[in-house]
Nanobody
Framework: QVQLVESGGGLVQAGGSLRLSCAAS????????MSWYRQAPGKRRELVAA???????TYADSVKGRFTISKDNAKNTVYLQMHSLKPEDTAVYYC?????????WGQGTQVTVSS
């Protein structure tokens, strides 16, 4: 069974840092771009950052300069390093990947930034 499992969320004070991880497991023969999305209460899910198979990256304007997406191909894992966190970064963060030509989502991990 192919799946994505996230970890690393939690509660942090404004200005702090967190690192999210998303590990893909199962019978995987291809992984296309991997991404992080987030959804705050009452808001739509939005793209935070994405990384292609060629390691090109894309960021939402609101996180540029503060967040960094990276991946470890050997571990089928994508990371989101978050610095200078703000209360408005509070949301459930979801990992997404296209694997074996299908779309997969992680279960989500809560990030809460206190002011």
């Amino acid at each position: 069974q192919v799946q994505l499992v996230e970890s690393g969320g939690g509660l942090v004070q404004a200005g702090g840092s967190l690192r999210l991880s998303c590990a893909a497991s199962g019978s995987i023969f291809s992984i296309n771009a991997m991404s992080w999305y987030r959804q705050a209460p009452g808001k739509r899910r939005e793209l935070v950052a994405a990384i292609t198979s060629g390691r090109s990256t894309t960021y939402a304007d609101s996180v540029k300069g503060r967040f960094t997406i990276s991946k470890d191909n050997a571990k089928n894992t994508v990371y989101l390093q978050m610095h200078s966190l703000k209360p408005e970064d509070t949301a459930v963060y979801y990992c997404y990947a296209e694997m074996n030509l299908y779309d997969f989502w992680g279960q989500g991990t809560q990030v809460t930034v206190s002011s």
